[in-house]
C-alpha cells in the first residue's frame, strides 16, 4: 500500500511540475516578479499597488485573455474612461477606479448579473436610490452610463471617508460594509491584505482583478495590445461648466451643437430638478459632442431661434442608438428596408435616420475643462 502512495505521489508531482513548466511557456514576456513589481510601483495613484501573489495571478489571468476581447475593452475604456475621471475628480475619487467598470460589468451599460445587479457600476436595485439612480416600472438609472457612473463617486468617496482605505473601499463595494467591518473586527487589522482571509472568496480575487485591470490600462502597449474603437460612439471634444440661467437649445444653437447629440451624451439635463423646461437651474457641467460639423452632410438641426424638442423624443432617441449599434449598423444611409421599418418603430420618425450621430465614428481627444 505504501509502494502505491508512492508511486501516486510521484506521478502527481511529475503533473504537477508539467502544468507549472507548461504555464512558463505560455507567460507573456516582460512579466517576471521583478518587472511586474517595478511597473506596478512606477503607477502613481492613491491606491497601495505593492506587488504579492494574488495580484501577480490576476495580472497573468489578464494577460493571457482573449487578445479580441481585450483590445474590444481598451477601446471602451478610451472612450469612457475620461468621461468617468471628470466625474470622479469632483467627488475626490482616484482615477484608476474607472477599472472597477472594467470587472463589474465590462463596460456594458445593461449588464445584468444572476442577483440582480445592473448597469456598467452593477448597483442593485435596493442601493441604487441612495445615490440617486431612479429604479421604477417606468425608468431603470443604473443603465445610464452617467448617472451611474455619478452614483458610483458617491458610493465611493462615501466608503473611503468610512475606512480611510481605497483598497477596503474596494472590498466594501463588492461585498457590503457589514462584512468588511466584520472581517476587520475577526483579524484585528484594517490592512486588507492581512484581513482579507476573512472576506468572501469572490472580494478576496475582487480587489487583486481590478489593480491587475489598472495595470493593463497603464502597460497594455508594452504587450502588444491595440485599442479597438466602439462600432457605434459618440465622441467629446471637452468638459464645459454652463451657468444657471442658460437655456439649453440657445447654448446648442450657440456652440452649433446637434441638440439631440447634446441631450446624449448628457442625459442629467433630462432631470427636471436640474433643467426646467429648456432653461438650466444650476452651474452644471455637460459634455461637448466633436465638434466637426463641416464634414456633415445634413440641413443644421435647428434654424434661429432654436426649434424645439420634445424629452420623450430624446429618450427615443437614446433607445434607437442602443439598438442600432446591437445590430453594428455604421452607416444610416445604407439601411435596408427591413431595418429601416424598424428604426421607424422605435423613433416614429423618419427624418431622424438622417441625424449625424447615428453614422459618424468621432474621433476623440483629451477632454479639457472651460466655462460658459
Request: glycine share 6%; aromatic share 12%.
Amino acid at each position: 500500500m505504501s509502494e502505491i502512495r508512492y508511486v501516486a505521489s510521484m506521478i502527481l508531482g511529475f503533473l504537477l511540475f508539467s502544468l507549472l513548466l507548461s504555464g512558463n511557456n505560455n507567460s507573456p514576456s516582460g512579466t517576471s516578479s521583478q518587472t511586474l513589481k517595478s511597473k506596478l510601483g512606477a503607477i502613481e495613484c492613491e491606491l497601495d499597488l505593492q506587488l504579492n501573489a494574488a495580484i501577480q495571478r490576476q495580472i497573468m489571468n489578464v494577460l493571457r485573455r482573449d487578445r479580441s476581447k481585450t483590445e474590444h475593452l481598451l477601446g471602451l475604456q478610451e472612450y469612457y474612461f475620461p468621461i468617468f475621471h471628470g466625474i470622479f475628480k469632483k467627488y475626490g475619487v482616484p482615477e484608476v477606479l474607472a477599472s472597477v467598470s472594467v470587472v463589474e460589468s465590462g463596460l456594458n451599460c445593461h449588464a445584468l448579473s444572476p442577483a440582480g445587479a445592473k448597469g456598467m457600476w452593477q448597483f442593485m436595485k435596493g442601493t441604487a436610490p441612495n445615490f440617486g439612480l431612479r429604479v421604477n416600472g417606468e425608468i431603470d438609472e443604473r443603465t445610464d452610463f452617467y448617472k451611474s457612473t455619478v452614483a458610483a463617486a458617491r458610493f465611493f468617496s462615501d466608503l473611503y471617508d468610512r475606512y480611510d482605505d481605497w483598497l477596503l473601499a474596494l472590498a466594501a463595494y463588492n461585498c457590503g460594509p457589514g462584512r468588511v467591518n466584520r472581517a476587520i473586527r475577526q483579524s484585528g487589522s484594517r490592512n486588507f491584505w492581512k484581513l482579507s482571509r476573512y472576506l468572501p472568496k469572490e472580494t478576496r480575487n475582487y480587489v487583486p482583478r481590478i489593480i491587475a485591470e489598472i495595470y493593463l490600462k497603464h502597460y497594455y502597449q508594452d504587450y502588444g495590445y491595440y485599442p479597438v474603437s466602439p462600432d457605434i460612439a459618440i465622441g467629446y471634444s471637452h468638459n464645459l461648466t454652463v451657468t444657471a440661467g442658460t437655456d439649453v437649445e440657445w447654448f446648442a444653437y450657440d456652440f452649433d451643437i446637434d441638440l439631440g447629440e447634446l441631450y446624449l451624451l448628457n442625459p442629467q439635463l433630462l432631470n427636471p430638478e436640474l433643467v426646467n423646461k429648456t432653461r438650466m437651474m444650476v452651474d452644471t457641467d455637460v459634455l461637448l459632442p466633436y465638434p466637426q460639423k463641416k464634414e456633415f452632410k445634413t440641413p443644421p438641426y435647428h434654424p434661429r431661434p432654436p426649434a424645439k424638442i420634445r424629452k420623450p423624443e430624446v429618450l427615443e432617441m437614446q433607445a434607437v442608438v442602443e439598438q442600432l449599434a446591437s445590430l453594428q449598423l455604421q452607416e444610416i444611409a445604407g439601411l435596408d428596408a427591413s431595418e429601416e421599418e424598424q428604426a421607424q418603430e422605435v423613433f416614429g420618425s423618419k427624418q431622424y435616420l438622417k441625424y449625424p450621430y447615428l453614422n459618424i465614428l468621432f474621433n476623440l481627444v483629451s477632454p479639457k475643462s472651460d466655462s460658459y
